[in-house]
């Protein structure tokens, strides 16, 4: 995957004993936090490769890195990319599922325009819509595989609040998945430390098979980012009507 010569792992960010790190200087209409971040995006080595790779983000590469140890996406599947823009892991689930070339199903939402992407079906909606899981199956040709969210709650920068906005998107997308999910199927999605705990947790388990957390190479180490993969759906029966019920 990455490293080599050419790759982030292998950059030394020298040249003739000379750091070549790019330092940003604070504009008058920059904020502190702006600054950083720009300083970080400038200085990553995943950007970089990025756009020497033809990726859409950086975020491409947790994906890849996740695939290559758990094998998720496989030819032929059908893939669920929630909160997709601006397109990264749809670029990689639709080479991995083989969409590029009429192979597979991929299916990217967002309620962001997205440009758009070979081998991937783009729709702009929100998840949470009444009609969304019923409108998507439709899309797909039938349930997905595979459920795929890289989303995050816009961060207001308290430890706290923060942790409870992507708890409560997680518990979102969760519901959503379970609702499209084939038998077996997958569920990936980002959450914070700590970020998967409770009531949140005892659900995975409930309906999964295997849950587990991974911290991918490609997460910067000093974000508390990590993500969530639940493996092999247990589709729940449908409801059968109670025959004593006159309703």
């Known amino acids: ?43 990553d080595p995943y950007v970089a ?15 890849l890195e996740i695939d290559e140890k758990y094998r998720l996406l496989k030819p032929g599947l059908r893939v669920l990319d929630l909160g997709a823009a601006p397109g990264g892991w749809s670029q990689i689930a639709a080479r991995k ?3 590029e070339a009429g192979g597979g199903r991929v299916v ?6 997205m440009e758009p ?20 199956m439709a899309i797909m040709g039938g349930p997905a595989d595979c459920v795929l969210s890289d989303m995050a709650a816009n961060a207001v920068g308290h430890r706290k609040t923060d942790h409870l906005k992507i708890v409560a998107l997680v518990e979102l997308a969760l519901a959503f998945a379970c609702q499209v999910l084939a038998p077996g199927g997958c569920f990936l999605a980002k ?38 993969l639940a493996t092999g759906f247990r589709a729940r029966p449908p409801a059968t009507p109670d025959p004593d019920d006159k309703g």
Do not use: C
Not at 108 to 113: E, N, Q, V
Not at 117 to 136: N, S
């Open 108 to 113: 990217a939402i967002d309620i962001l325009a």
């Open 49 to 63: 490769q990025a756009k020497r790779d033809g990726y859409r983000s950086r975020a491409a590469y947790k994906l």
């Open 117 to 136: 992407i070979t081998g991937v079906e783009f729709t702009q909606m929100d998840f949470l819509d009444d009609d969304a899981p019923a409108r998507l």
């Open 1 to 43: 995957m990455m490293g080599g010569p050419s790759g982030p792992n292998g950059a030394s960010g020298r040249e003739g004993g000379r750091s070549l790190k790019t330092r940003v200087k604070t504009a008058r209409k920059r904020s502190l936090s702006s600054t950083l971040w720009l300083s970080r995006q400038l200085n």
């Open 191 to 228: 959450v914070l430390q700590g970020g998967t705990e409770g009531a949140l947790l005892a659900a995975m388990k409930r309906d999964f098979a295997v849950v587990r957390h991974v911290k991918p190479a490609a997460s910067r180490p000093d974000s508390s980012e990590l993500y969530v």
């Open 97 to 99: 599922v083989g969409s």
